[in-house]
T-cell receptor, first 112, second 113 residues
Framework: DQQVKQNSPSLSVQEGRISILNCDYT??????FLWYKKYPAEGPTFLIS?????DKNEDGRFTVFLNKSAKHLSLHIVPSQPGDSAVYFC???????????FGSGTKLNVKP | NAGVMQNPRHLVRRRGQEARLRCSPM?????VYWYRQLPEEGLKFMVY????????ESGMPKERFSAEFPKEGPSILRIQQVVRGDSAAYFC???????????FGDGTRLSIL
């Protein structure tokens, strides 16, 4: 029962361009969403979050967009840098429970 | 991932042995979560604990797996009579409260021979 889906297992982008990572969810009870970045042999690192009362949250080069009606969120990285190359996971939770459901990840490769 | 400490980083066990995974949360965090990641998959929630209490264990297998977070000391995830299917990366996360992001440790990679 995959409640959070990342349908693109990988993405390749040129340095300086925009990276757009997508995530879809099925549970309408989710109201808190996060993006994590993960390097090999390390734990996920928190990047950015958004609650369901917003449709956009920005932090430096990272912007998360939430479309509640479509049950879709995306992470934009502008400009992309080689150091951004990692696996990106989206996660969602009903806020009151704080139990996160993770997507299967998208491996981003930013080419110099 | 400074702050959440997991040990050991790698653990090798033979089938039928016990595995104990430890997690020390970030300073000031009293909420601890355990996740399991199988190869090529995302993290799957296992259990959520606060000090001395299990809040949600809906992701834990019903048998062989247990977790605790004592008043003093780290949180422990215990797997008894391990089987090959238990081979995975086990991640611990902690947060200061339910409305704060969870911060992860670097995980314990469990291999069953």
């Amino acid at each position: 029962d995959q409640q959070v889906k990342q349908n693109s297992p990988s993405l390749s982008v040129q340095e300086g361009r925009i990276s757009i990572l997508n995530c879809d969810y099925t549970n309408s009870m989710f109201d808190y969403f996060l993006w994590y970045k993960k390097y090999p042999a390390e734990g996920p690192t928190f990047l950015i979050s958004i609650s369901s009362i917003k449709d956009k949250n920005e932090d430096g080069r990272f912007t998360v967009f939430l479309n509640k009606s479509a049950k879709h969120l995306s992470l934009h990285i502008v400009p992309s840098q080689p150091g951004d190359s990692a696996v990106y996971f989206c996660a969602a939770s009903p806020l009151v429970f704080n139990k996160f459901y993770f997507g299967s990840g998208t491996k981003l490769n930013v080419k110099p | 991932n400074a702050g959440v400490m997991q040990n050991p980083r790698h653990l090798v066990r033979r089938r039928g042995q016990e595995a104990r995974l430890r997690c020390s949360p970030m300073k000031g965090h009293s909420h601890v979560y355990w996740y399991r990641q199988l190869p090529e998959e995302g993290l799957k929630f296992m259990v959520y604990l606060q000090k001395e209490n299990i809040i949600d264990e809906s992701g834990m297998p019903k048998e062989r797996f247990s977790a605790e977070f004592p008043k003093e000391g780290p949180s422990i995830l215990r797997i008894q009579q391990v089987v090959r299917g238990d081979s995975a990366a086990y991640f611990c996360a902690s947060s200061a409260s339910v409305d704060q992001p969870q911060h992860f440790g670097d995980g314990t990679r469990l291999s069953i021979l």
